[in-house]
């Protein structure tokens, strides 16, 4: 890191964002099992506001770690944190109803070993490895499984296979026109993945605060919805996509102002077409 | 004879596309000084030096790329599985994806900007209403033709994995050659013109970068301009080359000797490199000549 | 990410008891893998196992400078250590998934050639920047003559610096370093690969073509996390920058590989068992 950043300054404690973030998105993720209740799929939506619930605590477990200097780059910690979410994530999508759950623990399992791996083994010796990476994992699990929800409806294996294809007038159920037969997940991946890092990558500095790396959590989360709702058009249902984007298209414009306002808050000056400023000295 | 015909020629095409995208990668990534230049960026402010270069720190070049790629090759297959045709699902595709890295732009200058306001650096407006736009169409270009090149890929010459998954392979890769080629021109020649030519910035000199042009105060429009002369092709070549060269000898030889024939092509050309390389490394130390170097330097 | 940046305390040596209890930890996942699963599965959590350790011990060979490399402040390529490793290997994955029909060895050899050719032509273009575009020649910081080709080093570097460019050691590693991620990569992706294509259909009860790109995808996106995770470990272990084999952060390898290994196995067993419980 360029600039060394104070452990925690301020702003709400790590503990309760991290609580806030795992009921938040546990229960948004069990709100689109009310498609399965009622028989289809308007409830999608949801999936995506549990993802970005763990976006938005991702971004903070980001910031606890990497505050330590890791001495590589920020988006790592991202990277690692989906490779073992998204392990956890698939296996779980098989337990059915229990699949939060289940993800949870074993995410937690994963994280839990990788991180004794980087703490002891490779003797890195940060205070808060173990834990991070415990939580990183659990959110990246999370966060797939949020989007794979929303994209598919719901978070069972079966769903994320089976998709549909019409040839001739005909729906045929096709393995290969399915979440993981198209590999869109790959994509999802990766949306997740940078949306977790950059608040902290883009927000670092000594004049961090923590109010506004949260309201850029929270857009990035709403902006990896919007395509996830384009491409869930391909999977569920036309209402269902189209309530998931109008979802999205709302909550991004309004944490992308609220950022822009807190931007212009903590900036030192706010120019359009202006000079560099003579500082005394220079 | 007909298929192999067709294989080389959907070699070349991606070969080509690949040039392409290296090109408009790195000069798109020169122009937001994203990557490791970036660090320069960050740290001049703090050294005193404030300055209106475009701070685009969205994440490494490789994971950034990655994720355009696969925004790209993902919106598209979805729109290729809703029976939309395959150029209007790409452009579509690539479209949406510019606009997410668009706004992945403009949150990280506004972000990084904003940390910085104990050295008095400001937020410029209109640095973000010019230069985001450029980076844009550069990304949609870099965007577009790697898809097109992974939709060649899949759907021409067979290869077994979804649209997806290529674009995340091909999106890592070409951010990791980009950012490797280009990011040291940019970082050395351009951000640090005014040192010594044909020798390394002085650690003493980090964070005093140039930021005042010909006329007027420099801004990232000038330094696209200057590394799309050499950084930006020479990424080109290079993730063209990788492309090109790792296709045409599977197209191409795999038939021979059940699969070993592509190996040995592959062992004989990346010796042919080493054998380049080396050449250009003797050439400069015999032209270059050492730097006189005082003795007692290794202590500090 | 920066050339003031501090580096953490990472100490040099094998922290004996941690490791011991990582062995263990390998032991009861191999024990654990045994029990549930068939003996085809508990062969392919060892290739994973092996493809992980090749990934970790690979990216120690890759030249990465970071940040002072694009200024010419360091040797090495100048991006990061995880992704660019993971641009090599995935592009070796590409090529050895092509080559999967074709047996076991020829697919990993590939991927390895694969991994090998895309790190020749990125470390060849980058000693060209270097050389045609800003006139440096390669100095090593980290050795007076290059193992290789005895070439002496110190008065080639400029004053300031510790060093530029890609000595030919340097090249060596990072071709060296493609191979071992190519081919690592490649057997993660075939290992699992078998394993669905055998479990799927029958999971699913459908036919064998059908479900073939669910395996596909599986196989290549847990080749790819695993691959990411693997990278991201050797990339902690060597703090962030490296020079080649010649450097002495080098001989920290072995405790990465007993990383490698039990990271690898954790989540190649958690993989095998999404199919085969």
């Not at chain 2, 790697?146 to 067979?158: K, P, S």
């Amino acid at each position: 890191m360029s600039v060394k950043i104070e452990v925690i300054e301020g702003g709400m404690p790590h503990t309760n964002i991290m609580i806030g973030g795992l009921v938040v998105s546990v229960i948004c993720i069990y709100l689109t099992y009310l498609n399965v209740l009622t028989g289809t799929q308007l409830f999608a939506f949801f999936g995506g506001l549990g993802a970005i619930a763990a976006i938005v605590w991702g971004s903070h477990t980001i910031k606890h770690l990497c505050s330590y200097g890791i001495g590589t780059g920020v988006p790592s910690a991202g990277m690692m944190a989906f490779g073992s979410g998204l392990i956890a994530m698939l296996f779980a999508t098989r337990y059915g109803v229990a699949a939060p759950i289940v993800a949870i623990i074993l995410a937690a399992v994963i994280g839990a070993i990788l991180g004794y791996v980087a703490n002891n083994i490779l003797s890195m010796h940060i205070p808060v490895m173990i834990q991070s990476l415990v939580e990183m994992a659990v959110i990246g699990a999370l966060t797939l499984m949020g989007f794979a929800a929303m994209m598919t409806g719901s978070f069972e294996l079966s769903s994320m296979t089976v998709g549909q294809v019409t040839i001739l007038g005909l729906s045929l159920p096709s393995y290969q026109a399915s979440l993981l037969g198209g590999a869109l997940l790959a994509t999802v991946f990766m949306l997740g993945g940078i949306a977790i890092q950059h608040p902290f990558n883009a927000c670092l500095g000594p004049n961090w605060t923590q109010d506004r790396m949260l309201m850029l959590a929270a857009e990035c989360g709403f902006l990896s919805m919007i395509p996830a709702a384009v491409m869930s058009m391909a999977l569920v249902s036309m209402p269902a996509a189209l309530i998931s984007l109008i979802v999205s298209l709302v909550g991004w414009y309004y944490t992308y102002a609220n950022y822009i306002v807190l931007s212009k808050r903590d900036a030192a000056e706010w120019l359009d077409a202006k000079p560099i400023p003579e500082l005394e000295g220079h | 004879m007909e298929s192999i015909v067709f294989g080389i020629g959907i070699t070349a095409l991606a070969g080509a596309l690949a040039t392409v995208a290296g090109a408009a990668e790195d000069t798109e990534s020169n122009i937001g000084s994203q990557g490791d230049p970036n660090s320069q960026v960050q740290l001049a402010p703090q050294m005193g030096y404030i300055h209106r270069i475009f701070n685009k720190a969205v994440a490494g070049e490789p994971p950034a790329y990655g994720l355009w790629i696969a925004l790209g090759a993902g919106i598209a297959w979805a729109f290729m599985a809703m029976q939309i045709n395959p150029i209007l699902a790409i452009v579509l595709g690539c479209g949406l994806a510019t606009f997410i890295q668009g706004v992945y732009a403009t949150t990280a200058y506004l972000g990084r900007t904003a940390s910085l306001a104990k050295f008095g650096q400001p937020v410029y407006v209109d640095i973000l209403k010019s230069v985001t736009t450029v980076t844009m169409a550069h990304a949609f270009v870099a965007i577009f033709t790697t898809v097109t090149m992974c939709h060649l890929i899949n759907a021409a010459l067979g290869h077994p994995f979804p649209l997806p998954l290529l674009g995340l392979i091909w999106g890592i890769a070409l951010g990791a050659a980009g950012s490797a080629t280009g990011n040291p021109f940019y970082g050395k020649e351009r951000q640090y013109q005014s040192q010594k030519f044909g020798a390394g910035v002085p650690i003493a000199a980090s964070g005093n970068i140039v930021r005042y042009a010909e006329a007027g105060e420099r801004n990232s429009l000038d330094n696209g301009w200057y590394t799309a002369k050499l950084g930006g092709p020479a990424s080109g070549v290079c993730f063209g080359l990788i492309v090109f060269l790792e296709l045409w000898r599977t197209v191409l030889f795999e038939p021979v000797a059940a699969g070993w024939g592509a190996i040995v092509v592959g062992i004989i050309m990346i010796l042919v490199f080493a054998v380049i390389d080396r050449y250009i490394e003797v050439w400069a130390r015999k032209t270059y000549g050492p730097y006189t170097t005082p003795e007692k330097e290794a202590s500090s | 990410m920066s050339a003031i940046g501090a580096k953490p305390a990472g100490g040099a040596g094998l922290d004996t008891t941690s490791a011991l209890v990582g062995i263990i930890i390998l032991i009861v996942i191999l024990g654990a893998m045994y029990m549930l699963g068939s003996s085809v599965a508990l062969m392919a959590l060892i290739g994973v196992i092996i493809g992980g350790i090749l990934i970790g011990f690979g990216v120690h060979f890759v030249p990465v400078g970071g940040a002072p490399a694009a200024m010419g402040q360091a040797p090495g390529i100048a991006t990061g250590v995880a992704m660019l490793a993971a641009g090599a290997g995935l592009a070796g994955l590409f090529g050895g998934a092509w080559a999967a029909e074709q047996g076991l060895a020829v697919a990993v050899i590939t991927g390895g050639i694969g991994g090998g050719l895309m790190m020749a032509i990125t470390c060849f273009m980058v000693n060209f920047i270097y050389v045609f575009g800003m006139g440096i020649p390669a100095a090593s910081g980290k050795v007076l003559k290059d193992p290789i080709t005895g070439d002496s080093q110190p008065e080639f570097k400029s004053q300031g610096t510790e060093g530029h460019g890609l000595p030919f050691i340097s090249y060596v590693g990072g071709v060296i370093g493609g191979i071992f991620g190519g081919a690592g990569g490649t057997l993660i992706y075939i290992m699992l690969l078998d394993v669905y294509k055998e479990s799927l259909p029958e999971m699913f009860g459908a036919q064998a073509a059908q479900v073939l790109p669910i395996a596909i995808t599986l196989a290549g996106l847990f080749a790819i996390g695993i691959f990411l995770v693997n990278a991201v470990l050797a990339a902690y272990n060597i703090t962030g920058t490296i020079e080649g084999p010649h450097d002495p952060k080098f001989k920290r390898f072995p405790r990465d590989i007993i990383a490698s290994a039990v990271a690898s196995a954790v989540c190649g067993i958690v993989a095998i068992l999404l199919v085969a419980m």
